[in-house]
């Protein structure tokens, strides 16, 4: 089970002290223009944890810190000055209650489930219908028709990496930099002779520690991959 709050900090417990106190500016405008759909449940994407603040403002008092992977139910939305404002509780403890601001990079409507991989030094969250098996120095995560497959790999270095593509291919072009927890690595999209595409990314965390993923999906589309590496904590 996902711990919902960051640090030491209860369930509900009150943020740090140097909170900003309550904006006391002349109130915002709250946008009457109809607002994207809102799923019911969003999942904590944000890799230091999502503020969770007592008004729909960033100057508002923060109630706590959500962690990684900690599901929240939807109760409101609203739009003030351009930024979208979701009011949440967490869904296994209501009590935990007020508001986040609806960024894609900070949150998901995706279900999703936490692994923690103490050996290979680090974390991440993969849909909860995807599956996961580990091997030596390598994760694995797939869907359940197994079409999108997700591996995780370490090694001393970037050129002790399996070479990318893994199977036969074009290099078709290259995304980035993106930002995985500080990392600035290019993102390549190769299109595989046999069908099919492989996505490629790897950056070196540490003297004698780098990271390599790899995956493979039946088109280009890489949405559910940013989603997972914006998730991804190096321990």
């Known amino acids: 089970m ?15 002290k140097g909170t900003p106190t309550p904006h006391r500016s002349p109130s915002p405008v709250v946008s009457a223009s109809a607002s994207p759909a809102t799923a019911s449940s969003y999942w904590v994407l944000a890799t230091l944890g999502l503020r969770l603040h007592q008004a729909p403002d960033p100057a508002a008092t923060v ?11 939807v109760t409101a939305t609203q739009v003030i000055g351009g930024t979208r404002w979701l009011h949440v509780h967490a869904h296994s403890s209501p009590d935990i209650d007020g508001w986040v601001v609806g960024d894609p990079t900070l949150l998901t409507d995706i279900p999703m489930q936490q692994h923690e991989d103490a050996t290979l030094g680090y974390s991440l969250l993969f849909p909860t219908a995807w599956s996961f098996r ?8 797939s869907s359940a028709d197994a079409s999108q497959v997700l591996t995780v790999e370490t090694a001393g270095a970037l050129d002790q990496l399996p070479p990318v593509p893994t199977a036969p291919g074009t290099l078709d072009h290259q995304e980035g930099p993106l930002d995985v927890y500080g990392q600035s690595p290019l993102l390549s999209y190769y299109k595989l002779n046999a069908g099919g595409w492989e996505m490629d990314l790897g950056f070196l965390w540490t003297a004698g520690r780098a990271y ?3 995956y493979r999906a039946p088109t280009s589309d890489a949405a559910i991959l940013k989603v997972i590496l914006s998730s991804v904590i190096i321990r």
């Open 2 to 16: 996902v711990a919902l709050v960051t640090g030491a900090c209860g369930l509900g417990s009150p943020a740090a």
């Open 63 to 73: 109630v706590t810190v959500l962690r990684p992977g900690a599901q929240l139910d």
């Open 134 to 141: 580990a091997g030596d120095k390598i994760g694995v995560f």
């Open 212 to 214: 390599g993923f790899v």
